[in-house]
Nanobody
Framework: QVQLVESGGGLVQAGGSLRLSCAAS????????MGWFRQAPGKEREGVAA????????YYADSVKGRFTISRDNAKNTVYLQMNSLKPEDTAVYYC?????????????????WGQGTQVTVSS
């Protein structure tokens, strides 16, 4: 089965940065759009960013545009989320996922495989 393992979460002050990593076991990793989602306490899971298989096309939620950057290294079967200028409202569990269906890049129903999540906490 496809396995995704996120890492890089932690506690950071507002304005700081973190880089999340998601390592995939799938050898055909480069064929799939990968996405990052997050879920804050009491809120629905929301799409944060997505990247095409080649890495040539990226998508971002309005809330993170200009602050977050998604990238991938297909040779390492890894996708990254560089998070800069972090805000307390970015606090959430962050998940990476593999997109296998057509449709919105930001809707979790389009993604079939999920990592276990990594906690990001941004203090004010």
């Amino acid at each position: 089965q496809v396995q995704l393992v996120e890492s890089g979460g932690g506690l950071v002050q507002a304005g700081g940065s973190l880089r999340l990593s998601c390592a995939a076991s799938e050898r055909t990793f480069s064929s799939y759009v990968m996405g990052w989602f997050r879920q804050a306490p009491g809120k629905e899971r929301e799409g944060v960013a997505a990247i095409s298989g080649s890495g040539g096309t990226t998508y971002y939620a309005d809330s993170v545009k200009g602050r977050f950057t998604i990238s991938r290294d297909n040779a390492k079967n890894t996708v990254y989320l560089q998070m800069n200028s972090l805000k307390p409202e970015d606090t959430a569990v962050y998940y990476c996922a593999v997109k296998v269906y057509s449709g919105s890049y930001y809707h979790n129903s389009q993604y079939a495989y999920w990592g276990q999540g990594t906690q990001v906490t941004v203090s004010s």
